[in-house]
């Protein structure tokens, strides 16, 4: 095994190599444990609002009592298409209970998108906030959605505070575009009427798919990514495995400033920090850097989850440095590469290791992770794959790779997605013989740890040779004048493909001359960017990822 395995003699001491995804056989079994167990222990908090697990687990029932009472049934498909507040723990557990697949859907989507994902889907209720409505109407009547809850930002957070955020959003910052909907009823309305019914029995089985997870939008089509009871409940073990070194039980708060509707949050921290019973701090709008900051000063956080663009811009906030950091136990990075200068700049700050894991929603979506402990971890990784997980290297032709091989990364284990929604081609193409196929290219070293060189797609190939954004991009982000930074490939007539670079200033004495000249100095020739463009930002996903592919398109536009 070890062999197989190698990197379990680098496992921190008391984290197992395997756990066992049969100790539940649904995700509700462990949820009601935890809501029983620290009932009387705040669960959330969002604008200042705590609610307890004793809370949350009320609502929830009621919740899932009002959706039965709507005549929707185990299987049936639910969006929730909300920001983080504290409404959507209460109508995601609510769904769960009443035995529906929750369809999570990015409030930021056009009803284009909406359109495609709800009838992909085949969705027959929604719970959405009253901002993004008037695109839910201009779909409705080509979806299958009869069911619709509508919430405002402030409905759970009380009176008078409540009400002064409604009254700000929709008369100061006017945030609600007009729309009129018929047969619509409100979060609050639903919870009370749920109050005089009862959730049906139903049994639930680990096979059962509980998620429609949408990927690949940026890349092509999304496709929902079917997870299961047992993808989730496994994916709850390993993260609560591989963190039991570091934290403690009923006595943690973990800032939750990533999207709830996203994988990365949802597991990590809605369902991950839950099982432990940890507070999550919500931030409604991760983007509004100074609401994050607000949300680590409010609160003694001892677990930080985020992207590397979100730990860079709060590090380049005049208020960073009036935080105090001494509860910060374990920061976790993902969703993107981590930079080298990031991280070091973080552990300079904050005392704390910043962590890199790995994983996609294909895999629930944590594979790999480094412990959280800089004698342990090692920067430039993404760590050990996690219990119950194997990871390996492979060529094209699915030959499996050495260490130091580079190619596809591909995963195994109990947190592997059952498949792709009505995409049984699709799923046939990503997930062969159990491994899942990831389309990142990497690296093992021997001592088991694995590094990401890049994305396949986003490879540049220069005269023959590849170049690999993540490199340089890691590269450019040490000038010390750089804020943000991307790497493209746009075609050229002589070495085929040339590096591009989008950058944000952090220093507006910075010229394209003097950054071309740091790269010469820092890498090698056909590495080296050929031309820079200076934006104020660059285009991100609503989680911060930045979006290549845009800044790609744009440059083949201004090139044609």
């Known amino acids: 095994m070890s062999e197989q395995r190698p990197w379990l003699k680098n496992y921190p001491s008391g984290i197992p190599a395997n756990i066992n995804p049969e100790e539940y056989a649904t995700v509700l079994q462990l949820l009601d444990e935890s809501l029983k167990k620290y009932a009387a222990k705040p669960a959330f908090s969002c604008m200042g609002k705590e609610m307890t697990f004793a809370q949350i687990d009320k609502l929830s029932q009621s919740f899932g009592a009002y959706l039965h009472s709507r005549g929707l049934e185990p299987g049936d498909k639910?969006?929730?298409?909300?920001?983080?507040?504290?409404?959507?723990?209460?109508?995601?557990?609510?769904?769960?209970?009443?035995?529906?697949?929750?369809?999570?859907?990015?409030?930021?989507?056009?009803?284009?998108?909406?359109?495609?994902?709800?009838?992909?889907?085949?969705?027959?209720?929604?719970?959405?906030?009253?901002?993004?409505?008037?695109?839910?109407?201009?779909?409705?009547?080509?979806?299958?959605?009869?069911?619709?809850?509508?919430?405002?930002?402030?409905?759970?957070?009380?009176?008078?505070?409540?009400?002064?955020?409604?009254?700000?959003?929709?008369?100061?910052?006017?945030?609600?575009?007009?729309?009129?909907?018929?047969?619509?009823v409100s979060f609050g309305d639903a919870l009370s009427q749920g109050k005089k019914f009862t959730i049906k029995d139903f049994q639930g089985h680990p096979d059962d798919t509980i998620f429609l997870q949408y990927t690949g939008g940026t890349t092509g089509v999304a496709k929902g990514a079917m997870l299961t009871n047992y993808n989730i409940v496994s994916n709850m073990l390993q993260m609560k495995a591989w963190m039991s070194p570091y934290l403690k039980e009923g006595s943690e708060v973990a800032l939750c400033a990533l999207p709830l509707y996203h994988i990365f949050a949802?597991?990590?921290?809605?369902?991950?920090?839950?099982?432990?019973?940890?507070?999550?701090?919500?931030?409604?709008?991760?983007?509004?850097?100074?609401?994050?900051?607000?949300?680590?000063?409010?609160?003694?956080?001892?677990?930080?989850?985020?992207?590397?663009?979100?730990?860079?811009?709060m590090m380049n906030h005049d208020d960073f440095k009036t935080i105090d950091f001494s509860a910060l136990k374990v920061t976790v990075a993902g969703g993107m590469?981590?930079?080298?200068?990031?991280?070091?700049?973080?552990?300079?700050?904050?005392?704390?290791?910043?962590?890199?894991?790995?994983?996609?929603?294909?895999?629930?979506?944590?594979?790999?992770?480094?412990?959280?402990?800089?004698?342990?971890?090692?920067?430039?990784?993404?760590?050990?794959?996690?219990?119950?997980?194997?990871?390996?290297?492979?060529?094209?032709?699915?030959?499996?790779?050495?260490i130091g091989g580079v190619g596809e990364i591909q995963i195994k284990g109990p947190q592997v997605m059952k498949g792709y929604y009505n995409r049984p081609d699709a799923t046939a193409e990503t997930v062969v013989d159990g491994w899942l196929c990831t389309g990142d290219i990497g690296t093992m070293n021997e001592d088991g740890f694995f590094q990401i060189v890049d994305r396949k797609k986003d490879m540049i190939l220069v005269s023959g040779f590849n170049v690999y954004p993540n490199e340089i991009e890691e590269v450019v982000a040490g000038h010390?004048?750089?804020?943000?930074?991307?790497?493209?490939?746009?075609?050229?007539?002589?070495?085929?493909?040339?590096?591009?670079?989008?950058?944000?200033?952090?220093?507006?004495?910075?010229?394209?001359?003097?950054?071309?000249?740091?790269?010469?100095?820092?890498?090698?020739?056909?590495?080296?960017?050929?031309?820079?463009?200076?934006?104020?930002?660059?285009?991100?996903?609503n989680v911060g990822k930045i979006l290549r592919r845009a800044l790609r398109d744009e440059a083949m536009k201004a090139k044609s």
């Not at 409905?155 to 009129?180: A, H, Q």
Request: glycine letters at 8%; one cysteine or more.
């Open 266 to 313: 949802l597991t990590v921290n809605c369902f991950g920090m839950l099982g432990i019973g940890s507070m999550n701090v919500m931030v409604t709008n991760a983007r509004d850097i100074a609401s994050v900051l607000k949300a680590l000063k409010s609160y003694p956080v001892s677990v930080v989850s985020g992207l590397n663009t979100l730990f860079n811009a």
């Open 480 to 541: 010390p004048k750089i804020m943000e930074v991307a790497a493209v490939g746009i075609p050229d007539a002589k070495s085929g493909e040339v590096v591009k670079l989008f950058v944000v200033k952090k220093d507006q004495s910075l010229s394209e001359k003097e950054l071309i000249e740091y790269c010469r100095e820092n890498m090698t020739g056909y590495k080296v960017p050929k031309s820079v463009e200076f934006r104020k930002e660059l285009p991100k996903t």
């Open 78 to 184: 639910i969006a929730i298409m909300m920001p983080n507040l504290l409404q959507y723990p209460i109508a995601l557990f609510g769904a769960l209970r009443a035995g529906l697949v929750v369809v999570n859907t990015n409030p930021l989507y056009t009803p284009r998108e909406m359109l495609h994902q709800f009838n992909d889907s085949g969705a027959k209720a929604i719970v959405i906030v009253e901002n993004f409505a008037a695109n839910l109407q201009k779909i409705l009547p080509d979806t299958q959605i009869k069911t619709i809850i509508i919430t405002s930002i402030g409905e759970m957070l009380g009176f008078p505070k409540g009400n002064i955020v409604n009254f700000v959003v929709r008369s100061i910052k006017r945030m609600v575009p007009k729309f009129d909907i018929p047969n619509t």
């Open 337 to 402: 590469a981590l930079q080298r200068p990031v991280a070091e700049r973080w552990q300079q700050l904050t005392g704390c290791f910043l962590a890199e894991g790995y994983g996609m929603t294909e895999s629930s979506p944590v594979a790999s992770a480094n412990p959280f402990d800089a004698k342990l971890g090692r920067l430039g990784t993404i760590g050990l794959p996690i219990p119950s997980t194997d990871m390996r290297i492979v060529d094209e032709q699915n030959n499996v790779l050495g």
